[in-house]
Structure formats: structure tokens, C-alpha cells
């Protein structure tokens, strides 16, 4: 059973930072490329960035590239995402999931999910 904590929601204003995190608890850990997506009120949920499995190669989505930063600890089984810059279009409920796919297409891989985190950055 795969159970995945997000943390590190809130709110802040348009162009501040926060830092999310996400403990996995799964022992392999180490082998999935690991990703958060995000599901703003009234839309579904969208891609946001990925880290592969060694931490070198990442991907973002367009929307946030440039202002967000996805890395991950293996030792502590804990993927995060900077996000600076923030706008209002960013509010939206954070998840992290493991990932699959390539080439800017990407998919989570387990089924099930955290509760995610909230983002609320006001207009």
C-alpha cells in the first residue's frame, strides 16, 4: 500500500514562494520517476513537473517552467517543488504521485493519492 504525504501549502501573495514536500512511503522508492500534478477549483487535474528517478532529469510543464524547481531525496523517500513567482493562476490543490511516460507526456502511476496540499495565492 503506497500511502503519499504532501505538506507545505498555504497562502501568499502573488510573486512569493513556497516549498512543498511529499513523503512516499514506498520502498522502492528510489526507481520511480516521482511528479506533482495539481487540480485548480472546477478543472481537472494537470501535470506539473517530473524528476526522474536518480534526480538528473526533470521536466515541467509550460505553465510553470522557470519559476518552479522539482527535486528529490532518495534517503528520505521525499520528493519537492519550489515554486517562486507565484500568480493566482496557481491556486490549486497539490498532489505528488509516481510518474510515467516521456517525451512531455507524463501520467501518474499509482492510483491512489495523497490529500494534497492547498496553494492559494490571491488576485
Known amino acids: 500500500q503506497v500511502q503519499l504525504v504532501e505538506s507545505g501549502g498555504g497562502l501568499v501573495q502573488a510573486g512569493g514562494s513556497l516549498r512543498l514536500s511529499c513523503a512516499a512511503s514506498?520502498?522502492?522508492?528510489?526507481?520511480?520517476?516521482m511528479g506533482w500534478f495539481r487540480q485548480a477549483p472546477g478543472k481537472e487535474r494537470e501535470f506539473v513537473a517530473v524528476?526522474?528517478?536518480?534526480?538528473?532529469?526533470?521536466y515541467y510543464a509550460e505553465s510553470v517552467k522557470g519559476r518552479f524547481t522539482i527535486s528529490r531525496d532518495n534517503a528520505k523517500n521525499t520528493v519537492y517543488l519550489q515554486m517562486n513567482s507565484l500568480k493566482p493562476e496557481d491556486t490549486a490543490v497539490y498532489y505528488c504521485?509516481?510518474?510515467?511516460?516521456?517525451?512531455?507526456?507524463?501520467?501518474?502511476?499509482?492510483?491512489?493519492w495523497g490529500q494534497g496540499t492547498q496553494v492559494i495565492v490571491p488576485s
Open positions: 514506498v520502498s522502492t522508492f528510489s526507481s520511480y520517476a
Open positions: 504521485n509516481a510518474v510515467r511516460g516521456d517525451s512531455g507526456k507524463y501520467e501518474p502511476r499509482f492510483g491512489s
Open positions: 524528476v526522474g528517478a536518480s534526480g538528473t532529469m526533470v
